[in-house]
């Protein structure tokens, strides 16, 4: 005797809508797929080039969709509700998104003026390893106008970071000198004082208070203004460290590197949260336009293309 198996049930809602439809001769049951729910946080947290990865459904009011761009740029969650409590309700009819964004950036981040390390006449340049200190400091160089600036280095044991400054030095027809002590670096500037400075210092772990803190004499042997330099792509957690110790030394200027190389920057606007404004961002190899101000303009523009157009988010370089 012959037994029917039995079906194996259907996994749909008893409740689903089925579809039927005939078709050359006999009934086809179609049954709805279900709708496929996406969300923002989640998108955001992938690389672009997933396979497979969805569109992201943005918010479809004005301060809902701006709060989700500094969440997809992986903006520090405190700080983009501090923003975009900021952000205006309303405005006049030719009010663009970017024009809010740029008002409540303005209203929660402080910005500092880049002529403030262009007119100084000695520069610290700290930051973590890797940052690109040693090209921003040509970079400086190359938009400084009183007198020959003289490159420094206190990082001349790494035989790469002083060949690289050394090729700098001759495109710029600078001096280039090696300090290996604060005293050393003090004779250097009491021979040229009326000579601008920059100081190139090696990489800092940024959790690391001990190291931060050996900078203090560097700092006091050139009476040098201490710069802050932070890759864009830093996580939030090395920018907040890295900030909270450089703060504690009177440091006042950061600039971010890699602003033109990283799609999402949000995690090194962490450094806000310390207090430290922002003067300038670094964007292109060249030393005529690789240093630009770092504005509430500049950066809302930065935040919306990069979390909009996967192929056009890059700043423009001037």
């Given at each position: 005797?012959?037994?029917?198996?039995?079906?194996?049930?259907?996994?749909?809602?008893?409740?689903?809508?089925?579809?039927?439809?005939?078709?050359?001769?006999?009934?086809?049951?179609?049954?709805?797929?279900?709708?496929?729910?996406?969300?923002?946080t989640?998108?955001?947290?992938?690389?672009?080039?997933d396979?497979?990865?969805?569109?992201?459904?943005?918010?479809?009011?004005?301060?809902?969709?701006?709060?989700?761009?500094?969440?997809?740029?992986?903006?520090?969650?405190?700080?983009?509700?501090?923003?975009?409590?900021?952000?205006?309700?309303?405005?006049?009819?030719?009010?663009?998104?970017?024009?809010?964004?740029?008002?409540?950036?303005?209203?929660?981040?402080?910005?500092?003026?880049v002529?403030?390390?262009?007119?100084?006449?000695?520069?610290?340049?700290?930051?973590?390893?890797?940052?690109g200190?040693?090209?921003?400091?040509?970079?400086?160089?190359?938009?400084?106008?009183?007198?020959?600036?003289?490159?420094?280095?206190?990082?001349?044991?790494?035989a790469?970071?002083?060949?690289?400054?050394?090729?700098?030095?001759?495109?710029?027809?600078?001096?280039?000198?090696?300090?290996?002590?604060?005293?050393?670096?003090?004779?250097?500037?009491a021979?040229?004082?009326?000579?601008?400075?920059?100081?190139?210092?090696?990489?800092?772990?940024?959790?690391?208070?001990?190291?931060?803190?050996?900078?203090?004499?560097?700092?006091?042997?050139?009476?040098?203004l201490?710069?802050?330099?932070?890759?864009?792509?830093?996580?939030?957690?090395?920018a907040?460290?890295?900030?909270?110790?450089?703060?504690?030394?009177?440091?006042?200027?950061?600039?971010?590197?890699r602003?033109?190389?990283?799609?999402?920057?949000?995690?090194?606007?962490?450094?806000?949260?310390?207090?430290?404004?922002?003067?300038?961002?670094?964007?292109?190899?060249?030393?005529?336009y690789?240093?630009?101000?770092?504005?509430?303009?500049?950066?809302?523009?930065?935040?919306?293309?990069?979390?909009?157009?996967?192929?056009?988010?890059?700043?423009?370089?001037?």
């Amino acid at each position: 005797m012959r037994t029917k198996k039995p079906r194996p049930q259907s996994s749909a809602a008893p409740q689903a809508p089925v579809v039927v439809r005939r078709g050359r001769g006999r009934l086809r049951i179609k049954r709805p797929l279900p709708d496929s729910v996406f969300d923002l946080t989640t998108l955001a947290a992938r690389e672009p080039l997933d396979p497979g990865m969805p569109e992201p459904s943005w918010p479809s009011g004005d301060a809902a969709f701006l709060a989700a761009v500094l969440r997809a740029q992986r903006v520090p969650e405190a700080l983009a509700r501090r923003i975009a409590a900021a952000i205006p309700e309303g405005g006049p009819s030719d009010t663009t998104l970017g024009d809010r964004l740029s008002q409540a950036l303005g209203a929660t981040l402080a910005f500092a003026p880049v002529d403030d390390l262009l007119s100084a006449r000695s520069l610290l340049l700290a930051g973590p390893s890797g940052a690109g200190k040693t090209t921003l400091a040509a970079k400086l160089a190359a938009r400084r106008e009183r007198g020959t600036t003289h490159l420094v280095t206190a990082d001349g044991r790494r035989a790469g970071a002083l060949a690289q400054l050394r090729e700098y030095a001759a495109a710029l027809g600078a001096p280039l000198f090696e300090a290996e002590t604060p005293a050393a670096l003090q004779a250097i500037a009491a021979d040229r004082p009326e000579e601008p400075l920059i100081l190139d210092t090696p990489g800092i772990d940024p959790a690391d208070a001990a190291a931060w803190e050996a900078l203090r004499p560097w700092i006091a042997a050139a009476s040098a203004l201490p710069v802050l330099v932070l890759p864009a792509n830093a996580t939030v957690e090395d920018a907040l460290a890295a900030t909270s110790h450089f703060r504690a030394l009177g440091g006042g200027h950061a600039v971010l590197t890699r602003f033109d190389m990283v799609r999402r920057i949000g995690g090194a606007l962490g450094a806000s949260l310390a207090g430290v404004p922002l003067a300038g961002a670094s964007v292109t190899p060249s030393f005529a336009y690789g240093l630009r101000p770092l504005t509430s303009e500049i950066l809302a523009h930065r935040l919306l293309s990069g979390a909009l157009e996967a192929a056009r988010w890059q700043a423009p370089a001037a």
